[in-house]
């Protein structure tokens, strides 16, 4: 088994593996460097309309219309994971996709795994960038672990119930023919 | 019963899949302990004391006979030959190998079955009336709505690492034996002036270490919302639940902490964005699933018929015990739904054999068209009897020894695994259980206590929920000694209670010589006609801890 353990993060933007051009900085210090850097929201705040920030949003940031409103222009909204475990982030980028029609880029970062890569799209990432440790391959063969889902979520606007009305609409048709 | 469609059978074979690689990538060490672990409990596998285990799902408790015959081999093929019904309705089997789950679950698939979400914290196996669909008390037929919340939890992309677990139980009828005031949501089914259906939630009760009974969050909501109204109130539960403290992590402390008017608003205040959405059900959605649980054919039942019955019931007294104790009242006259008590001697209270779950197949085709439902008291009912088999389907009963005429009484009594199987537990439950059957096996005794239901658990974790008993038994662990606490007046149902703990706890060997200290307290004082339960809130815990301590 070939060693996979890097210390380059697997990046995976919209389905496919990519080159990530953003610098992560959890603790800034000034002065940041003239390239593209994620940083704390509050860090982010102090120039907004830096294109070359975007904003992190911690697991337990509240996503208020206030916050939404002040993030909309924001080139990428990285979310954190800071443990796998912690599902709160699923709800904050349905939120900025459903509710606050956020369209650019939503990021995954921190603990990342190829395990939940599935669902983290499903709600609207659209950007994964995994964990040092985590195998790219594994990864994009966990992005199709199922190929349908009952509920409707980012990636699919109706419920299978919906699906399965329409189809038994086609079938009565066909039958008639 | 639900049968699956192209999409039910295509998601449960590629859940298969995924997890056999899941399986493969943590053998081969490219997954580590930590982190298989939340995908392996998603999956039901959990790692015991002693070996593995797998729990089964069985979703609000209806089952097949075929789907029963299958959970047999299973547990003949890769088991010890045995399985265990829980409080929850779903299956344990305490002895797989752990690679061998992975074709566990395809066999499952193969009979439509899974064990999805049968732990982990996510949206749990939804619970319901096991006399759904037959009850003489039912509004609504909770089964249909069972299956849509199945359909809406199962994978749910927002809602599979939750603070900590998340359990529905649902009824339709007017008295509550799905415990939903014990719930982490409750849903009570009813129907308004114009025969809609209208749906009562609670929310924010539990058992476990700090028990709650849940409160009301909604009184009539119209069914069209259902789902889009447990996902606002799901997601409000995900970002606000607490996260800091495994303890206080389920939904109750978040209702208790908000309080149920503040946690209401905030539910609103989301489901004003979801309401009318994509999720919003459709008449045609329902009736659709509704044609999965119609009735079946029921041959009509003639007055002779009912009355050679009647007639043997006042005849012969053991039939008459057995259709008085085990024997439930059916919408359709001269139809009986039967309960099959899985405590007996010998056998670990919920526990059945692959032989006699083999059997109880073939009794389930032969006496009640091919179906079956798990209880949460841990026992089996054939919900479609025709009187005029009764008697026949009691004899067969009798030779399998699942006829005792128990059911309600002491004796049917409510136990987890504890600490023979079970990682969790302080102390053991079962030989607690064969005691205590032992020593009132005498069944005047029995029927002269009336209803008592005893539940014990080994752990505060509560799967026995020895704080909804009429007695309470909690095993816990001082110094790395087994030792029981007893609480009293715990009760489910409509009138759902939990138990106050009578005093210090006592070593095993105590436990059956304090339990009849208090029966025999409650046998001087009760009144002509009152229960334990009944006696208990009218006198309190004063003379039965004066008697347990003297």
């Known amino acids: 088994m070939p060693d996979q353990a890097t210390n380059a993060r697997p990046f995976i933007f919209e389905g496919r593996p990519a080159e990530d051009h953003w610098t992560m900085i959890r603790e800034p210090e000034s002065p940041l460097p003239d390239a593209p850097a994620i940083v704390p929201l509050a860090a982010w705040r102090e120039e907004a309309s830096n294109r070359q920030r975007a904003p992190l949003l911690g697991s337990d940031t509240e996503l208020t219309p206030e916050l939404a409103a002040e993030l909309a222009n924001a080139p990428l909204i990285a979310i954190d994971f800071p443990k796998f475990t912690d599902g709160r982030g699923y709800s904050t980028a349905r939120l900025l996709r459903e509710r606050f029609g956020y369209t650019g880029e939503i990021r995954a970062v921190g603990d990342v795994l ?29 992005l199709n672990a199922f190929s349908r889902a009952y509920q409707p979520a980012v990636d699919e606007p109706e419920p299978l119930f919906r699906h399965r009305l329409r189809e038994a609409v086609r079938e009565a048709e066909t039958s008639m023919v | 019963m639900y049968r699956y469609d192209t999409h039910d059978q295509t998601l449960v074979n590629e859940r298969v899949a995924q997890f056999r690689d899941q399986m493969n990538r943590y053998l081969a060490g490219r997954l580590s302990e930590e982190e298989f672990l939340p995908l392996r409990v998603q999956n039901g596998l959990y790692v015991q004391r002693h070996a ?34 829980t409080t929850r309705t779903n299956l344990q089997l305490n002895w797989p190998k752990l690679e061998t789950v992975p074709d566990m679950l395809a066999e499952l698939a193969s009979v439509q079955m899974h064990a999805i979400q049968t732990s982990g914290n996510d949206i749990r196996n939804t619970s319901s009336d096991q006399f759904a669909g037959v009850a003489e008390d039912e509004d609504v037929d909770p089964r249909p709505w069972c299956e849509l919340i199945r359909q809406w939890s199962t994978f749910h992309p927002e809602f599979t690492y939750l603070p900590r677990k998340f359990k529905i139980a649902v009824t339709g009828s007017a008295e509550d034996r799905a415990a939903i005031l014990v719930h982490d949501v409750g849903l009570r089914l009813w129907r308004d002036a114009h025969g809609e259906v209208r749906v009562k939630i609670l929310a924010g009760g539990g058992l476990g270490r700090t028990p709650m009974i849940g409160e009301v969050v909604r009184e009539d909501l119209p069914w069209q919302h259902l789902l889009t109204y447990l996902e606002a109130l799901v997601r409000v539960y995900n970002q606000f639940g607490r996260r800091d403290n495994k303890f206080k992590a389920r939904i109750k402390i978040l209702v208790k902490a908000l309080g149920v008017d503040e946690f209401r608003r905030r539910v609103d205040a989301e489901w004003a964005h979801l309401k009318d959405g994509p999720q919003t059900l459709t008449r045609q959605t329902v009736e659709d699933m509704q044609h999965h649980f119609i009735d079946p054919e029921r041959r009509p039942i003639s007055e002779e018929a009912i009355a050679g019955y ?115 537990a302080n102390a053991k439950s079962i030989p607690v259980a064969h005691a205590i059957q032992e020593r009132f096996e005498d069944l005047d005794f029995l029927y002269d206590l009336g209803p008592v239901e005893l539940n014990i658990s080994g752990c505060m974790n509560a799967c026995g929920h020895h704080h909804v008993g009429n007695i309470g038994i909690l095993g816990v662990d001082k110094k790395g000694e087994e030792w029981y606490q007893i609480s009293l007046g715990g009760a489910q149902g409509n009138e759902a209670s939990l138990g106050k703990i009578l005093g210090p706890s006592f070593s095993r060997d105590k436990v059956p010589e304090v339990i009849d200290n208090v029966l025999q307290v409650y046998v001087g004082e009760r009144l002509e006609g009152e229960t334990f339960v009944e006696t208990y809130r009218r006198i309190g815990l004063k003379p039965f801890k004066e008697r347990v301590y003297a």
């Open chain 2, 310 to 424: 009647e007639r043997l019931r006042s005849e012969n007294r053991a039939f008459a015990r057995f259709v008085t104790n085990n024997v439930h009242g059916h919408k359709v006259p001269g139809y009986k739904a039967v309960t099959l008590s899985l405590k007996r001697s010998g056998h670990s209270p919920g526990d059945l054999t692959w032989e006699q779950m083999h059997q109880v197949a073939d009794l389930a085709d032969e006496y009640s068209y091919g179906e079956l439902r798990v209880t949460h008291e841990q026992n089996l009912v054939l919900s479609d009897v025709a009187v005029d088999q009764m008697k026949a389907l009691w004899d067969r009963l009798g030779e399998l020894g699942l006829a005792n005429p128990t059911v309600g009484t002491l004796a049917d009594l409510i136990c987890c695994p504890g600490g023979d199987y079970c990682g969790l």
């Open chain 2, 52 to 85: 593995p285990m797998l729990r089964i799902a069985i979703p609000y408790g209806m089952l097949a006979s075929y789907q029963l015959r299958k959970l047999g081999d299973l547990a003949r093929d890769y088991d010890r030959g045995y399985g265990h019904f």
């Open chain 1, 114 to 142: 190829v395990d939940q890569v599935f669902f983290l799209t499903r709600c609207g990432f659209d950007a994964l960038s995994l964990r040092e440790d985590q195998w790219l391959e594994d990864a994009l063969q966990a």
